[in-house]
């Protein structure tokens, strides 16, 4: 049984770019949350999607937008990029809401030159 | 205060006791939690606490939470050199509980 999968593991982007990062929740998981993990931060929660709509959302701009697919899978998308956005983004996968059964993936570290 | 606050750093001798402090912003959270993360890794849940709890323990883990001070504890009893990680305590707010807010982790590093 897999766990949480995130694609790439690294990317590094020049500031005004677009990137897409992908996750892939653990199996039977329907919910997957994104997060932004700064340098000696904690991580800030971008937003979260469920039954393919976007649930709730944390402080962040529009740039930041997302997708979740029929398979449950999800993409996380970021325009004109930031020197501000380079950081760990996290993808964690819930069944159903409940999140003391969270589950985060490795992350993908994004720099921005 | 608005963020959930911990010490940055702990220094322990391999096989005495650790004790990561945290202060949590709302006193409704509904959950409390403590994950662990090693480098280059996502981060694991070792435990959580519900709001009205006051003691939760898990094998060599106690968590203690006073909701009075808004203070959460992780005690790691027998510490090892592979429990050396960052360590953050979380909360999960009551209007929201699909937001959780994180403190910015407590560096333990375990020495021989």
């Known amino acids: 049984d897999a766990g949480v999968t995130q694609s790439p593991t690294h990317l590094i982007k020049t500031r005004g770019q677009q990137v897409t990062l992908r996750c892939s929740p653990k199996?039977?998981?329907?919910?997957v949350s994104w997060y932004q993990q700064a340098l000696g931060q904690g991580p800030q929660f971008i937003f979260q999607?469920?039954?393919?709509?976007?649930?709730q959302r944390g402080n962040f701009p529009d740039r930041f937008s997302g997708h979740q697919f029929p398979n449950y899978s999800s993409e996380l998308n970021v325009n004109a990029l930031l020197l501000g956005d380079s950081a760990l983004y996290l993808c964690?996968?819930?069944?159903?809401?409940?999140?003391?059964?969270?589950?985060f993936g490795p992350g993908t570290r994004l720099t921005v030159l | 205060g608005e963020d959930v606050e911990q010490s940055l750093f702990l220094s322990v001798r391999e096989g005495d006791s650790s004790v990561i402090n945290c202060t949590y912003t709302d006193s409704s959270s509904t959950y409390l939690y403590w994950y662990k993360q090693e480098p280059g890794a996502g981060l694991q849940l070792l435990t959580y606490?519900?709001?009205?709890?006051d003691m939760k323990q898990d094998q060599r883990l106690t968590v203690l939470l006073n909701k009075k001070d808004k203070h959460l504890s992780l005690r790691i009893a027998d510490t090892q050199t592979g429990d050396s990680a960052i360590y953050f305590c979380a909360e999960s707010l009551p209007y929201n509980n699909n937001d959780m807010r994180f403190g910015a982790g407590t560096r333990l590093t375990v020495k021989p």
């Open positions: 999607y469920y039954e393919e709509e976007e649930r």
């Open positions: 199996s039977g998981h329907d919910t």
């Open positions: 606490i519900f709001s009205n709890m």
């Open positions: 964690a996968s819930i069944f159903r809401g409940a999140l003391n059964e969270q589950f």
